[in-house]
């Protein structure tokens, strides 16, 4: 069975920084995508920023210019950077990966954006 465990969020400043993990409990060389979504409160829920085995990254329209994906496999985890962190990023953020037609998810840390 497919496991991520999501690392990172909490409560984060305004202009702050953010910084999640999303580790695999296998290669992730294995999954066709990985990346990270995310759902803000009466929201629905949008792409941040995807990459597949190919190293190809795909950002969601409002994650262009501020989020930067990256993958270490050797650590076995996708990993997600915010720098300035403002009022539209509190959200619950989930890192989902592709196995073909499979889908697995993480639980989805919830971050906050509160001085």
């Known amino acids: 069975q497919v496991q991520l465990v999501e690392s990172g969020g909490g409560l984060v400043q305004p202009g702050g920084s953010l910084r999640l993990s999303c580790r695999a409990s296998?290669?992730?060389?294995?999954?066709?995508?990985m990346g990270w979504y995310r759902k803000a409160p009466g929201e629905e829920r949008e792409l941040v920023a995807s990459?597949?085995?190919?190293?190809?990254?795909n950002y969601g329209d409002s994650a262009k210019g501020r989020f930067t994906i990256s993958r270490d496999g050797a650590r076995k985890t996708v990993d997600l950077q915010r720098n300035s962190l403002n009022p539209e990023d509190p959200a619950v953020y989930y890192c989902?990966?592709?196995?073909?037609?499979?889908?697995?998810w993480g639980h989805g840390p919830q971050v906050t954006v509160s001085s």
């Open positions: 990459i597949n085995v190919g190293g190809k990254i």
């Open positions: 989902p990966a592709t196995i073909l037609s499979r889908h697995y």
């Open positions: 296998e290669n992730i060389f294995n999954f066709n995508t």
